[in-house]
C-alpha cells in the first residue's frame, strides 16, 4: 500500500479541498495514524486489517471486495464525523482511502502479474523495495515537505478504540520526524520499473481528485 509521503502528500493538498478542517496538523497525523499498529510492541497483520477498518478477503494484502471497503471506510466517517477529534478522524479516513485507491490501481494488478506460485508476503517485499525508495523520493522532491513536517510536528496523537492505540501514534510520529528520513540524502528511482516518478505524481493527482468530495461534515 501507500508509504508515509503519499500519504502526508495527499492529506497536505486536500487541506485546500476540505476547507472546514480546523486543525491542519491533527488531520495530517490522522493521516498516517493508520499504519501506527507497526510500532505496536506485538505487531502482526491482523492488527493492520483492524486499524484499516479491512474485512475483503481471506487475508491483509489480498482485497475482493473493493466497494466493501469504501463502505466501512464511509460508514466509519457517518459515525465520527461530529467527533471532537474530529480532523483527526478525517485524516484516519483519508489515509484508508488512499489506501484503497492504492490497492485497485498499483498493488493488486502488481499482485495478480507477478503472484503466480510465489506467496503473497514475498510478492509484497518486490513492491516494498521500490516503493520505500519512491517514498524517499518523495520526501526530497516535494515542495510542500518541509510544511509538511512543521505541522505534523505540531500535532496530537489520539486512540481510535479497536483500531489504533495513541502512544503507538506517538512513537510514529517522532519516528518520522526525526529519524525516518534523516541523512539518506538523494534517491534515484530512475530504474523502477512499478513506483516510478510518473506512477508516483500520477497516483497522488488522482487520489486529491477522488477524495475531494467523498468527505462531507
Known amino acids: ?18 476547507r472546514w478542517i480546523k486543525t491542519g496538523p491533527d488531520f495530517l497525523l490522522g493521516a498516517i495514524a493508520p499504519d501506527a499498529v507497526h510500532f505496536h510492541v506485538k505487531y502482526s ?31 466509519f466517517w457517518n459515525i465520527h ?10 485524516g484516519y479516513c483519508v489515509h484508508i482511502l488512499t489506501d484503497w485507491l492504492n490497492d485497485i490501481k498499483i498493488w493488486s494488478p502488481f499482485r495478480n502479474e507477478n503472484m503466480q506460485n510465489e506467496d503473497v508476503d514475498a510478492i509484497y517485499q518486490i513492491y516494498g ?23 505534523l510536528a505540531m500535532s496530537r496523537a ?5 483500531r489504533v492505540l495513541q502512544q503507538d501514534v506517538e512513537a510514529q510520529k517522532r519516528h518520522i520526524l526525526s529519524e525516518q528520513y534523516r541523512d539518506k540524502g538523494d534517491c534515484d528511482i530512475s530504474r523502477h520499473r512499478y513506483c516510478t516518478e510518473d506512477v508516483i505524481v500520477s497516483f497522488i493527482n488522482e487520489c ?5 468530495d467523498m468527505l462531507a461534515v
Open 129 to 151: 523495495e521500490e516503493a520505500r525508495r519512491g517514498d524517499q523520493w518523495l520526501y526530497n522532491e516535494s515542495d510542500h515537505c518541509e510544511k509538511i513536517m512543521s505541522l
Open 208 to 212: 486529491v481528485e477522488k477524495l475531494k
Open 45 to 75: 497483520p491482523e492488527l493492520k486489517e483492524q486499524s484499516h477498518l479491512w474485512d475483503c478477503g481471506p487475508r491483509w494484502g489480498i482485497t475482493l471486495d473493493s466497494d466493501k471497503w469504501k463502505r466501512n471506510v464511509l460508514d
Open 81 to 90: 464525523k461530529t467527533d471532537s477529534n474530529r480532523d483527526y478522524i478525517a
Open 1 to 18: 500500500m501507500s508509504y508515509q509521503m503519499t500519504h502526508l502528500e495527499v492529506a497536505y493538498r486536500l487541506l485546500d479541498q476540505y
Open 158 to 162: 489520539y486512540s481510535i478504540e479497536n
